[in-house]
Structure formats: C-alpha cells, structure tokens
C-alpha cells in the first residue's frame, strides 16, 4: 500500500549514475512503461540495484517453476500485501502467462476460492503461511512436495520471500506506480 507522497523521489541519470539509468529506461520499456520506478528508486543505491537484478532475473525469468506458477505466487503476495505496485505490474504479466481475470479473482479470494484446481490451492495455501506465519506447516509443506520437486519447493519459498521483501520496500519507500490507470 502506498500512502501519502514518494518518501524516496525516482532519480533521473544523476541520481542512477548512466548504468542503472539506462537498465531502468530499458526495463520500462520492456513494460511499456514511462518509468520502472522500482529500478529508479532503487538505483539510487548503485550496487544494490546491480545485485537485486540478476536474483530478481532468475526468480521472475528463469528458474523451475513454470511461469504460470510464479504470477499465481506473486500475486497472491501482492494480494496478502496490499502492494498495488505489484498488483499492476503482474496482473498485466500474469495474462500473458496463463493467469487470465478469472482465475485473477480466485487468486485475490484465496486457497477456499470455487473452482481453483489442487495445485493452485495448495500453492496459494503455502503463500498465505509464508507471508502471514513466516514458515511452512508440515502439512503445508508436505502438500506443496506432493506438487512440486524439491529444487521448486526451495524456489517457491524464494521466490515468496523475495516478492514479500519487495513489498515492503515499495511501501516503506512509498514507491509511486509505474502506470497511470
């Protein structure tokens, strides 16, 4: 949630120094975006941005879990967190990745949501924990391997964290939306 103005104004080049100004103009427009805020707030901070990237790169981009899998996680972060920042960037992902507005819904309902298939719930189940106990139930977790490998129980729990962390960092930084709508 963002409340109030940006605590950490978006930076132009001089703020970025030229490297991270031109990943974030790049990254924009990838998205088809004015601005990638995230990257011009946390660009700011030179090398954390050039560290955040490539773990960022091969949780989004990479990795085993199948893209589909990644956008129901992330937004059901982004639901858990009231993060609007994420909500927009990945229900816009989402679609192109096998999450339409139907199954958007049921994600922001929850794991009891009607219609969901058993893999989606007992992702959007293990979600929930994660982000609101910080831990796995041994019956979350032993739900989640009947559904997932090892390495993608390891990278789901990643790949929750990291987006919850990212959360909180637009919302203590009040980052501003990347898209006017």
């Known amino acids: 949630m963002t409340a109030g103005p940006e605590r950490v104004t978006p930076g132009g080049r001089s703020e970025l120094g030229v490297i991270n100004?031109?990943?974030?103009?790049?990254?924009?427009?990838?998205?088809?975006?004015?601005?990638?805020?995230?990257?011009?707030?946390?660009?700011?901070h030179?090398?954390?941005?050039?560290?955040?990237?490539?773990?960022?790169?091969?949780?989004l981009g990479g990795g085993t879990l199948s893209k589909r899998d990644k956008e129901v996680v992330i937004l059901r972060v982004g639901r858990l967190r009231d993060s609007e920042y994420e909500l927009q960037q990945h229900r816009r992902l989402g679609r192109s990745r096998g999450?339409?507005?139907?199954?958007?819904?049921?994600?922001?309902?929850?794991p009891g949501a009607d219609g969901l298939g058993e893999?989606?719930?007992?992702?959007?189940?293990?979600v929930d924990e994660l982000v609101i106990d910080?831990?796995?139930?041994?019956?979350?977790?032993?739900?989640?391997?009947?559904?997932?490998?090892?390495?993608?129980?390891?990278?789901?729990?990643?790949?929750?964290?990291?987006?919850?962390?990212?959360?909180?960092?637009?919302?203590a930084l009040r980052v501003p939306m990347d898209f006017p709508d």
């Not at 990943?23 to 707030?41: D, E, G, K, S, W």
């Not at 030179?46 to 949780?59: D, E, H, Q």
């Open 99 to 110: 999450v339409d507005t139907e199954l958007q819904e049921k994600i922001f309902t929850g």
């Open 46 to 59: 030179r090398w954390l941005l050039r560290a955040f990237l490539p773990y960022s790169g091969l949780l």
């Open 119 to 126: 893999r989606d719930r007992v992702l959007l189940a293990a």
């Open 134 to 171: 910080r831990t796995l139930s041994d019956a979350t977790f032993d739900a989640l391997s009947s559904q997932l490998e090892r390495r993608q129980v390891i990278e789901f729990c990643a790949l929750a964290a990291h987006y919850d962390a990212i959360a909180a960092i637009l919302s």
């Open 21 to 44: 100004w031109t990943i974030a103009r790049l990254a924009a427009r990838q998205i088809r975006a004015p601005q990638m805020h995230l990257f011009t707030v946390l660009g700011q």
